[in-house]
């Protein structure tokens, strides 16, 4: 009798090499019936190699023509994907043993998103604790609303698009939900809001498994200016692709507005360092509300 495959464990990986064993290790020590799909995001390191001296046959390496970035590849594995569940680990990052069977256990059989928090590691995996409080990320129901707020404020708070969830494919499949491969920074918050949009049933259950390894070039370290422009774009096309509801457009507006206030800022602060002082004048007239996002660096340094 064949036993059903609950989950495919997606790794989108770009010159990995030196890190991508820990994350398939951690994959493969999970106690339930899995595959780990490993989608080589056209690497010039050895990278390839690496996954390839797996003799598990549950390890598959699909190498991608050309460098599509990590939304393109997981498409790739999702599509390539056998399980009942598909969870996306990054390729510097790793699973805490057990994580995927407390996720699916937790469950009802009623959800199409299972949610839970994780730990940031920055450097010793020794001293690890919760990135969220639980008021940060409230166990039970995720609606598309509470999640658009959670993802509002790009100064003060964390916020939930990090968060790494698993997803029932059939419901992926149903809804045709993909990554959109021309994004690169914030994919996920727009996968998991997409996902949403389409009426997932998405579930945070009290479960902390996965661990966030952060690294100096992490891209999602620092906000830029053409971060925000890339975030800008990418809420007018879900916008253009979603209707909303009240609750759901309150909140959208609410982070159309901080994105501009955290906009500003940026180009306040760097008016500021660069001493142009008409042009830093012109910003606080245009924006006042950018000034007061001056604070939060000097309170940050006060409180540490």
Known sequence: MKVE????????AW??????????????????????????????DNTCSVVENYKDERVRLIRSSKNGGPGAARNIGFSAAKGKWIAVLDSDDYFLPNR???????????A?????????????????????TNNELKKGNLSLAEFIAGNSDFMGKKTTGYVKPI??????????????????????????????AAKAKAKVVEVCGYVY????????G??????????????????????FQPLEYKAFKLRSRNLSKTKSYISLVESIKNKKVLKSLCIVIANPRACSLLWLPIRKRLLN
Not at 5 to 12: G, H, K, N, T
């Open 213 to 220: 390894n952060i690294r100096g070039d992490s891209i999602s």
């Open 5 to 12: 495959l609950e989950v495919s464990v997606i790794i989108a």
């Open 100 to 110: 995927l069977n407390t996720m699916i256990n937790s469950d009802d059989g009623t």
């Open 222 to 243: 620092k906000l830029n200016q053409e971060h925000i422009d890339k975030f800008q774009w990418g809420d007018k096309k879900f916008a253009d692709m979603y209707p």
């Open 112 to 132: 199409d998103i299972l949610i839970d928090d994780f730990y940031m590691c920055l450097g010793d995996p020794n001293e690890l604790k919760p990135f969220y």
């Open 167 to 196: 997803f029932l494919k059939s419901f992926l499949i149903t809804n045709k939900v993909r990554y959109w491969p021309e994004v690169r920074i914030g994919e996920d918050y727009y996968f998991l809001a997409s996902c949403l």
């Open 15 to 44: 010159n990995s090499e030196k890190f991508i064993s820990k994350a398939i290790d951690s994959a493969l020590q999970q106690d339930i019936n899995l595959e780990v799909i490993v989608v080589d995001d056209f690497s010039n």
